[in-house]
């Protein structure tokens, strides 16, 4: 399974998280479904709709927390009957970094998962760039920042 | 099964001497169902890895052709881990100091694990 990352400061704590929590799958992305880090993943498209789809789950819930007027949920968990989800906000010195996390009940357990996260989210905060954030992705660039993305992502 | 049935399943693995703290964690999850610990044990990282070491080693004792394990005890240099497997799928985790008397908390978690199938 290969891990990959458009910011490499992300890299270290990511593989340190899937080792020991045995994650099959593993999407680091801004909260607007911009990818940072992946493990696991082997097409674009499934990177593509899983970062959307994750950062729109964020939003939804963030917005259902914010009408209860309470703060954002620190995490979500969904489990299936083979594969479990578990997503969840880390505050880093680049800004909120949301991650995605696919696990394999048969490997690991929510227990595991959350145990983990807590490392992963220290580690991240610790390695994070503590510069402004880089500048947003313009409409412009936008085409030509994501394929850049996906090809750091598949290693292209 | 109200929080007070898992309290005195808890309470009756908690006075033996030597046990510094016992959960009830979930097997599938390895989430704390409840607890009673003495500060300084992390309830939920014990939680989680006594569940995947119980996953793991019910694995090996199947492929074994051994059956369920019915009591683990893991020694450590400063103090012992020993869990029993509820019918319900819950575990019944002790963690003792060293030199705790083995066979009384093996009977109490016993007991315990009858009280929350």
Redesign the interface.
Known sequence: MSTRAVEPWTLAPLKAFVGEAGARLVLLMTPAGQVLAQHGFSRAMDVMSASALGAAIMASTGEIARQLNQPPFAALTH?GVRHGIFLGGISTGRGTIVALVVYD?EA?????V??FFEQLATELDAASPKDPVPKQVLAADFERELTDSLNTLFGR | MTAVVYQRALDLVTRVRGVRGAML??L????VVAEHLMEGIKG??V???A??LA?RLGRAMEAAGLGAGVFWHLQASDGALLVVPAASGILVVAVTEPAVNVGLVRLELLRAAGVVT
Do not use: Y
Request: proline content about 4%.
């Open positions: 489990q009940l690991s357990s929510l227990g595991l959350q145990l | 964690v979930t599938g999850d390895g989430l939920p990282a939680a989680a890895l569940a995947s996953n």
